[in-house]
């Protein structure tokens, strides 16, 4: 057995997110497939035995069974001593950057991506989904302009943590073109040694 686990599918850039991390920092790990498609997450089993959010990731290291991708990503950087902050002051900005992403940048885009890029759904809820995905990538692109990460010149968890869905390549309505640092700034992680997009890290779930 692998000394980590992690709970997830290809499609889901919050697994992602995670996968990435340990495959940059070279751990060995495996992934325990969750069948997300056919409501795997909401059944009582998973949520008794796996995490009671019902969500996937969930990261298990031995007796430490771990939920929410930023927590992960957390525990992650203080145990491989990678891509964590250098100080009490970073590890704030890098907390806020993360919030930001769990609520608004990933949390809008990947619900308008399942909506929209996974089940062809375009409706009023669309719509809204991607004016206020459009507003927090305005202000990350605002950002990234004239800085290479996040947090200043290296990448951190927080670029880990919103870089998540950003290699998946279903039609959103979002144009790539209309955020230039965005790109740039995926292109720079995508050029760390060992990067892989999500679906070599992790199967598709939904049935083709
Ligand atoms: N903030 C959570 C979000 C996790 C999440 O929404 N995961 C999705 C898959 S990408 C899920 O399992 N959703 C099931 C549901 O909401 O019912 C994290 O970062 O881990």
């Not at 069974?65 to 992960?72: A, E, N």
Request: glycine fraction near 8%; charged fraction near 25%; aromatic fraction near 12%.
């Amino acid at each position: 057995m692998a000394e980590y686990q992690l709970y997830g599918f290809g499609e889901s850039g919050n697994s992602y997110k995670v996968a990435l991390m340990l495959t940059l920092c070279g751990c060995d790990w495996e992934l325990v497939p969750v069948d997300f498609f056919k409501g795997e997450t909401r059944e009582a089993a998973f949520r008794a035995s796996v995490n009671p959010l019902g969500e996937a990731p969930v990261l298990v290291h031995g007796d430490v069974r771990l939920r929410q991708s930023g927590v992960i990503l957390d525990y992650l950087a203080e145990r491989t001593g990678r891509f964590g902050a250098r100080n009490e002051a970073e590890r704030r900005e890098i907390l806020s950057w993360m919030f930001f992403d769990n609520h608004k940048f990933t949390g809008y885009y990947a619900t308008l991506r399942f909506l929209r890029g996974l089940q062809g759904t375009e409706n009023d809820v669309t719509a809204f989904l991607r004016s206020r995905t459009l507003s927090a990538w305005h202000i990350v692109e605002k950002h990234l302009t004239g800085q290479h990460f996040m947090i200043g010149d290296r990448p951190t968890i927080a670029d880990l943590s919103m870089c998540g869905y950003v290699y998946y390549t279903e039609e959103t309505g979002i144009p790539p073109a209309t955020f230039p640092a965005i790109r740039r700034w995926a292109d720079r992680i995508a050029a760390l040694p060992g990067w892989k997009p999500p679906y070599d890290l992790m199967p598709r779930a939904m049935p083709a």
